[in-house]
C-alpha cells in the first residue's frame, strides 16, 4: 500500500497532469485537495489532448475513483460542464467522481470581486486568473463561505445566501462601485447546480480513509506549485491555497500518517504565469525561444508564460516545504539544440549571496542569479525510452538537477504524449 503526494516544485504549470495520469496506473483513488478552476492540467492520449480544471487527472483511466476533496473550491457550473465535455467523449462515467461535501463553493461575487479588485489594484495587480478562487478562499477563512453541503440544502442555502448577499451588495455596490446580485437569480442558477451534482457528493474524509484502511493506493494531486504557496511562496504573489504536500493532508480529511512519498514535478527550464519575482526569467529572445519551442501559454488563461533557466534555489526550498522523495523533470526534450545550459545556484543582492529562497520582497524581486553553465545537447530526445540511451550531457543535466535540489530523479518526460516517459523509479512498489 503506498499513497502518494505529487506537487509541483516551482509556479505551476511544471506537467503535472500529464504525470499524475502515468502514475494513476498504479493508484485506486486520485485526489484533488486544493486550488480550483484556476488550474488547468492538460493531458495528451495518442494525440487527443485534454485540459481539466477540476476534476482529477486520473479521470482518463476506466475503474479510477476520482474525488474532489474539501480543500479544493468548486465552480460548479466550470464542473458541470468539464463533467458534460468528459461524457461526451466517452471518457466519464458517474461512478466514478466524488464531491466532498465541505468543500467551498465558488459564486458568481467570487469572480466579480476578484476582477474589480483586480482592476484597482493597477501596477500592484496579483496577475490572477480572474476565476475567483482568492475571494472564495478569504470567505471560507472569514467563516463566510457556502460549501457543497449547504448547496445541496435548499433551504439552509437560500438562508446563508440572502445573509451573505447583504454583505457582497455592501461591498460590490458602495466600495467598489459595481452592480450587486439578486437573492433569486443565483439561487434559481445553483439550485439547477444542485440536481446535477447531488448524486456525486459524500463524505469524501470518511471514504477516502475506508479505503486506505482496505489496503487502496491513493494519488493526491497538487496544483499549481510550491512557490504560488499562500505561505512558503513568493508571497504577496501567489494563489490562495496552501500548495504544498502537507496541504494534502487537511485538504482531504487523511492523517499525515498515511502519507508514504511526495513526488515533485519540475519542468527542465521555469515558467511563471502572472505578476511576482522570478529570479531566472529571460526577457528578449531567450526567453521567447523557451516560450515558442515550449508553447508556454496558459492552458486555462491562453496568457503567455514568463520564460527563464532552471532554478537550483527554487528546487532547493521546494524539497524542503514539501519533504519531496522523488523529482519528475519534464519538458526536458525542449532544451535540445541549445549549447549552453544554465543553471541557477544562489541570487547576489546588495553584496551578499543567498542559497535559499528569500522572503523580503525587496530582495526576492531584485536577485541576481549565480549561473552555472553547462553543455547542452543536440539530440532530439522525444524518442528515447531509457535513461541509458539519453545523451551523456542530458544525464549530467539531470544529475546535476538531482545534486543541486537534493532529490533523487525518479522520471522524466521528454514530450507531451504518456509514453514520451522515462521512469526510473516507481513510488508506488
Ligand atoms: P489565482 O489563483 O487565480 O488567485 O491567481 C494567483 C496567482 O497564481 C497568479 O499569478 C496566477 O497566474 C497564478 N496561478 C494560479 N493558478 C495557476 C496555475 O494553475 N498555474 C500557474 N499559475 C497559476
Redesign the pocket.
Known amino acids: 500500500m503506498s499513497n502518494i503526494v505529487i506537487v ?1 516544485a516551482q ?3 511544471e506537467g503535472k497532469g500529464k504525470i499524475v495520469d502515468i502514475f494513476t496506473e498504479y493508484a485506486d483513488l486520485i485526489v484533488r485537495f486544493q ?2 478552476n ?4 492538460t493531458i495528451v492520449v495518442d494525440g487527443e489532448k485534454t485540459v481539466l480544471h477540476l476534476i482529477p487527472s486520473g479521470i482518463l483511466h476506466q475503474n479510477k475513483k476520482c474525488i474532489i476533496g474539501n480543500g479544493v473550491v468548486v465552480d460548479p457550473e466550470v464542473l458541470i460542464d468539464e463533467i458534460d465535455a468528459l461524457k461526451k467523449r466517452g471518457r466519464f462515467e458517474d461512478d466514478r467522481l466524488l464531491i466532498s461535501e465541505d468543500a467551498h463553493l465558488i459564486m458568481p461575487y467570487h469572480k466579480k470581486i ?1 476582477a474589480t479588485k483586480e482592476n484597482l489594484k493597477g501596477i500592484r495587480k ?9 475571494p472564495a478562499y478569504e470567505d471560507k477563512t472569514a467563516r463566510a463561505g457556502i460549501r457543497v453541503a449547504d448547496l445541496i440544502d435548499e433551504s439552509v442555502f437560500r438562508d446563508k445566501l440572502k445573509f451573505i448577499l447583504m454583505e457582497k451588495n455592501h461591498l460590490l455596490v458602495n466600495l467598489l462601485h459595481q452592480s450587486g446580485f439578486e437573492v433569486h437569480d443565483i439561487y434559481d442558477k445553483y439550485m439547477g447546480f444542485a440536481e446535477r451534482l447531488r448524486g456525486y457528493v459524500t463524505n469524501t474524509s470518511i471514504y477516502i480513509n475506508n479505503e486506505i484502511k482496505k489496503g487502496k493506493n491513493v494519488l493526491f494531486e497538487g ?3 510550491t512557490l ?1 504557496d499562500v505561505d512558503h511562496g513568493t508571497y504577496p ?5 496552501n500548495t504544498v504536500a502537507g496541504s494534502a493532508c487537511s485538504g482531504t480529511g487523511v492523517g499525515p500518517t498515511h502519507i508514504n512519498g511526495v513526488i515533485g514535478i519540475s519542468k527542465a527550464y521555469t515558467t ?5 519575482p522570478f529570479p531566472t526569467e529571460q526577457n528578449g529572445l531567450m526567453g521567447d525561444w523557451f516560450r515558442e519551442k515550449g508553447h508556454e501559454y ?4 491562453g ?1 503567455p ?1 514568463r520564460c527563464g533557466w532552471l532554478d537550483a534555489v527554487v528546487l532547493r526550498h521546494a524539497a524542503r516545504v514539501n519533504g519531496l522523495t522523488g523529482m519528475v523533470i519534464t519538458k526536458l526534450d525542449i532544451l535540445s539544440t541549445l549549447g549552453k545550459i544554465k543553471i541557477c545556484t544562489g541570487y547576489t543582492f546588495e553584496g551578499k549571496t543567498y542559497y535559499e529562497f528569500p522572503s523580503n520582497k525587496r530582495i526576492m524581486l531584485g536577485a541576481e542569479p549565480v549561473y552555472e553553465e553547462m553543455d547542452g545537447w543536440m539530440e532530439d530526445l522525444s524518442d528515447i525510452r531509457d535513461f541509458d540511451s539519453l545523451p551523456s550531457n542530458t544525464k549530467k543535466y539531470i544529475n546535476r538537477i538531482a545534486e543541486l535540489s537534493g532529490v533523487e530523479t525518479i522520471m522524466v518526460s521528454v514530450g507531451m504524449e504518456r509514453d514520451q516517459t522515462i521512469l526510473l523509479k516507481n513510488p508506488f512498489e
Open positions: 509541483g509556479w505551476g504549470d486550488g480550483g484556476n488550474a488547468g492540467h476578484d496579483i496577475g490572477t486568473t480572474g476565476r475567483g478562487i482568492g496544483a499549481q506549485g504560488l504573489y501567489v494563489t490562495s491555497s511563471r504565469v502572472g505578476e511576482g496558459g492552458a486555462t488563461t496568457r508564460r
